[in-house]
């Protein structure tokens, strides 16, 4: 990819936040929309305190769309995106980003190709304009392709030795089998070998295209500038849409499966099949998945499975979804010999949570949590365009901004009973080990008692970032 006393303390923050944020600055943002052309979306918000202006679009071009033989074809492309397009070889074309100071990235996932723009408005007209190029005149030269295939064997390589990467993979093989969602989206080392310019482009031409574009835009920029800005981005693609990905017809393999790795701290994904987010039980659910596992310390899980019996730093859960598929996702680093003992208690924690539901502080705390730290996500243009861009993806409508902390303020305990009921029944689970479920796999030079090691910080939950 290219760019490439705590429960006290967090009940004090999230008060706080409700009271910065009473006027909500989610609620004031001016969500207004664009005509482009037919099947195209734009959402835009007009915000003139900075002279600048970001982006965020996607493009029907995530791995779900790797052909057969050549997975990671997506990915590979959209790390040449700015390896040079038109008159503009590779070096021509990231020095006249940087000589503007604009960001371009990309970043392929299972359905779409993001692309996030961030550039001065006095520079915008040329940013725009350097994105069309990339878009509808890619290169795809030998050196740049030669050096971006190096590139990404070498990090396969690395995250070969990555228990988290490895147990990622491995859940999404067992997950959705032979449905394209089950292929790393980065793919593998003998589909990026078999892949060369000709494949490149021929992906380029039927994926890079105007077709269910959805484009979110924040900052110093009116209706018809934007207008034609955008024109100059994405007016040159053809306007025709790939063919639809096949329906997932079955989600899941319960049971344990265990990708043996010397590592002296095994990692386990695990999941459930989940809900689309069209879904009209999707938000109880997403409460009641924060209640679970993603509300950090206040979760049940971190409390079961860290707090009472320290067999982790770090638990958490989200509920995933993909425009063909929604599954429940968690993930766990523990000790050596106690991952069986992880396991027993993720599966004792859902099946109580199921039989039971949340208890009316839960409930509450989750709200004010919920609601409270979402004007994070609209705290700059930045997080404005992704925010929005998120929404779009998720076939949200442009209204959704101003409805949404009411629909969580809404939910009731029977709704989220009901949703942790039909969620998280652990006989369902899918769980995939990278590592080992008793002692560490023999190495050459084992480390005695190694302690656990903490994992990086992640973002809290409900701070910037999409939020549903």
Not at 49 to 54: K, V
Not at 127 to 156: C, E, K, N, Y
Not at 386 to 409: C, H, P, S
Request: glycine share 10%; aromatic share 6%.
């Amino acid at each position: 990819m290219r760019a490439r006393g705590i429960c006290g303390k967090r009940a004090l923050i999230v008060a706080l936040l409700a009271t910065l944020f009473s006027a909500s600055s989610a609620h004031a943002v001016d969500v207004k929309t664009l005509t482009l052309a037919r099947g195209q979306q734009v959402w835009f918000v007009s915000d003139h305190t900075l002279p600048m202006i970001a982006l965020t679009a996607v493009l029907p071009a995530g791995s779900a769309y790797d052909p057969p033989g050549k997975p990671g074809l997506a990915s590979f492309a959209a790390d040449l995106l700015d390896e040079g397009a038109g008159k503009l070889n590779s070096n021509a074309f990231q020095t006249a980003l940087s000589n503007r100071a604009i960001r371009l990235s990309v970043s392929p996932d299972r359905d779409y190709l993001i692309v996030s723009l961030v550039t001065l408005s006095d520079n915008a007209r040329d940013a725009f304009q350097l994105l069309g190029t990339a878009l509808a005149s890619p290169r795809f030269d030998q050196d740049a392709i030669a050096r971006v295939r190096a590139q990404i064997l070498s990090g396969m390589a690395q995250d070969d030795q990555d228990p988290s990467t490895v147990a990622a993979k491995g859940f999404a093989r067992a997950f959705f089998h032979d449905h394209p969602y089950g292929h790393p989206v980065g793919g593998d080392e003998a589909g990026i070998a078999a892949i060369d310019a000709a494949a490149l482009k021929g992906f380029a031409a039927t994926h890079w295209v105007g077709g269910g574009l959805k484009v979110a835009v924040a900052g110093d920029v009116d209706a018809a500038t934007l207008g034609e800005l955008l024109k100059s981005a994405f007016g040159d693609l053809p306007l025709r849409t790939p063919a639809l990905l096949p329906p997932v017809f079955h989600e899941g393999t319960p049971g344990v499966q265990v990708i043996p790795m010397p590592v002296p701290q095994p990692t386990a994904v695990f999941g459930l099949p989940g809900l689309l987010r069209s879904d009209r039980e999707f938000v109880p659910a997403y409460v009641a998945n924060y209640i679970l596992g993603g509300g950090g310390f206040s979760s049940r899980l971190m409390n079961e499975v860290r707090v009472k019996r320290g067999l982790t730093y770090d638990i958490s859960t989200s509920l995933e979804f993909n425009r063909k598929a929604g599954f429940m996702l968690g993930d766990v680093a523990s000790k050596r010999g106690g991952v069986k003992d992880t396991i027993g208690v993720i599966r004792d924690t859902l099946r109580d949570f199921a039989a039971n539901g949340p208890t009316q502080k839960e409930l509450d705390d989750a709200k004010t949590y919920l609601t409270g730290s979402f004007p994070l996500a609209f705290g700059s243009n930045v997080g404005i365009a992704a925010q929005l861009n998120a929404f779009q993806r998720a076939g949200l409508t442009v209204d959704y901004v101003q409805k949404r902390n009411a629909l969580i303020n809404a939910v009731t305990l029977d709704q989220v009973a009901h949703a942790a009921k039909r969620l998280f029944n652990p006989a369902k689970l899918t769980i995939v080990v990278a590592g080992s479920l008793g002692e560490a796999v023999a190495t050459p030079n084992p480390p005695s008692a190694a302690p656990l090691k903490s994992p990086p910080l992640k973002t809290a939950p409900g701070a910037p970032g999409p939020h549903h």
